[in-house]
Structures are given as C-alpha cells and as structure tokens.
C-alpha cells in the first residue's frame, strides 16, 4: 500500500516511514470496541487524548409544579467530532416501528410525543439518544440528517465516568455531540413524559488538556508528518499508488485544523 510508494520512490525521509508505521501500530493497538468501531478507515484513533477532554454544561428548563424551573449541571462530555453549544427544544427520539427504541439507530426519527411529530422545520432541537445497538457515529449521523442541533447520548449501563464517545472527524458534519450519564439520561426522558416541553443549553464547560501534556506540541508533531507526506506525494512518480497517502494527506490536514479550532 502507500508504505512502499514512499520507500520505493523517495531516496530520503525515512522518517516518513517510521512515524507512519508509528501512527499503524498506535491504530492497531487502541482497536476500539465493536459498538464504537467505525467503518471509516481513516478515522485513525490517535488514542483518548488526541484532542482536549471537553466537559459540558447542561442546562435544562422544564415546568414544574412551581413554574418553569432551570436546573444547570457539569454531567456532559463531547465527544471527538465537532465542538460547539447548541440549545433547542429537547426531544426523545424513536423509531416510526419501534417506539420503544431511543437508540437512535434508524433513521428516520419519530419523537416520543404522542403524535410523534418531530419539532417544525426552523425549531432548534436536540435528539436525545440512548447507547447501544449501533455506533456512536450512526446516532450522529443520523441526528444530523434530522436536523437536529445536537445529539445527546445518555448511557445504557450505570458508570461513574462519562467517555469520550469515538466519532469520525468530518468538518461537514458539524453537530455537537454530547454524552452523558444514564441516570441523567433517565431524568430528561421522565420530563418529556406527557407531551412536556423541555429545553435545553449545552455549553462547554471545561477544556483539559490532554494527558500527554502540551497539545501543541502533539499538532506540530502532526504538521511535520502532515508537510512530509506532501513531500512524499510530490516526489512520487506512480501518483496511482499514493492515493491512499494523499487521502492520509487530507485527513490529516483536517485534523491538524481541527485541533486548532478547538485548542
Ligand atoms: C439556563 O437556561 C435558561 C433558559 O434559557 C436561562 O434563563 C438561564 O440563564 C440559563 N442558565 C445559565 C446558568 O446559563
Ligand atoms: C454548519 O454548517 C452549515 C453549512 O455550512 C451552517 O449553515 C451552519 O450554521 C453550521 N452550524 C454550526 C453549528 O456551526
Ligand atoms: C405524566 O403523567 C403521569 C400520570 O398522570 C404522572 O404520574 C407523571 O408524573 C407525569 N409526568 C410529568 C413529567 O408530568
Ligand atoms: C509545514 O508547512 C507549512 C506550510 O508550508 C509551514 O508553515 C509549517 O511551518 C510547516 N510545519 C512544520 C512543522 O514543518
């Protein structure tokens, strides 16, 4: 594949080679698990820490007994696509067949309401979606095509930690994703009961670093290799074969400038 593209036609560099088999074997070593795997072959997982640790706010405003009530917690964290706030009428997401199911892994979505409805085009919403039966980046995708302003995936299974959901990093796709704790999950849901209506902040909270320290230099280290594989693609004469190195090329520059965005 494009390993031997760079060390047949290029006579120098052969650092390309070892930090590319570097950045293999670092893939092969943080194999996801088959519920967050993704098919796309570039989302090279870095590792937890490619990019901060984003928590988020959530601050939810429903009507209680006592009128309308906000209540704001730190019970959030993005996952590694795209990074923003969002805010919108809440809604618990089904399937038209299956409206015990909010995993949010068929499109189209339908809304728990009793009518089913989601919200009217122009609405700001939120698809509340819980974990399980597909990947992460389906339940985006598909909260994406919904139109809905963000995703929030509340967990399945009682955990004292909120991961980092795996997401493929593609800057088209550019929907806040959130997960969050089950019991939290549990709570929205019970507030949309009856038709309620629910909305919803989700704003950042805290960006730490990651754990191999400076970000920064984890970015630079990626624009060297970035700038060494355009080096390689120029020099290359079979252009064919250095496809896959050219995509790598791309994927790369998008990360790199994702990392900044977000840094
Ligand atoms: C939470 O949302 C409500 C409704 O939009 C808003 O009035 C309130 O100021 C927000 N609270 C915080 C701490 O952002
Ligand atoms: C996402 O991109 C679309 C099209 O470029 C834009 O209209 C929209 O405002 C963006 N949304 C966010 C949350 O950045
Ligand atoms: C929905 O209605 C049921 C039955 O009347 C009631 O027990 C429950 O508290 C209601 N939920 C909300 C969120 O109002
Ligand atoms: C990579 O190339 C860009 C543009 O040519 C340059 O600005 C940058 O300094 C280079 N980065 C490194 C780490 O060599």
């Not at 704001?72 to 996952?79: L, P």
């Not at 019991?183 to 990651?210: C, F, H, M, P």
């Not at 984890?218 to 693609?233: C, G, P």
């Not at 896959?244 to 090329?249: D, M, P, S």
Request: hydrophobic share 35%.
């Amino acid at each position: 594949m494009c390993l031997t593209c760079i060390s047949a036609k290029t006579d120098h560099r052969p650092v390309i080679v070892v930090l590319l088999v570097l950045y293999f074997v670092e893939i092969s070593l943080s194999e996801p698990t088959p519920e967050d795997s993704v098919s796309n072959s570039f989302n090279f997982n870095l590792g937890s820490d490619d990019s901060a640790d984003i928590s988020a706010y959530l601050n939810v405003t429903y009507k209680s007994d006592f009128g309308w009530k906000s209540d704001v917690a730190d019970v959030g964290r993005y996952g590694g696509g795209f990074i923003g706030s969002a805010h919108g009428l809440l809604v618990h997401v089904t399937s038209k067949h299956q409206p015990g199911d909010h995993s949010g892994c068929v499109y189209p979505f339908e809304s728990s309401r009793s009518d089913g409805k989601l919200p009217p085009p122009g609405t700001p919403w939120v698809a509340l979606i819980q974990r399980g039966h597909c990947n992460f980046d389906v339940k985006v995708d598909n909260a994406f095509k919904s139109k809905a302003s963000a995703a929030l995936v509340y967990n399945d299974r009682t955990s004292g930690t909120l991961e980092k959901m795996k997401l493929t990093y593609d800057d088209k796709r550019n929907i806040t994703a959130v997960f969050t704790y089950k019991w939290k999950g549990e709570q929205l849901a019970k507030l949309l009961e009856n038709d309620s209506n629910v909305y919803i902040q989700i704003t950042i909270s805290e960006r730490k670093t990651s754990k191999s320290g400076d970000i920064n230099r984890r970015i630079r280290l990626m624009e060297e290799i970035r700038n060494d594989t355009k080096s390689a693609v120029k020099v290359s004469e079979n252009k064919k074969n250095c496809k896959k190195l050219q995509v790598f090329y791309h994927w790369l520059n998008r990360k790199i400038k994702s990392l900044n965005a977000n840094n």
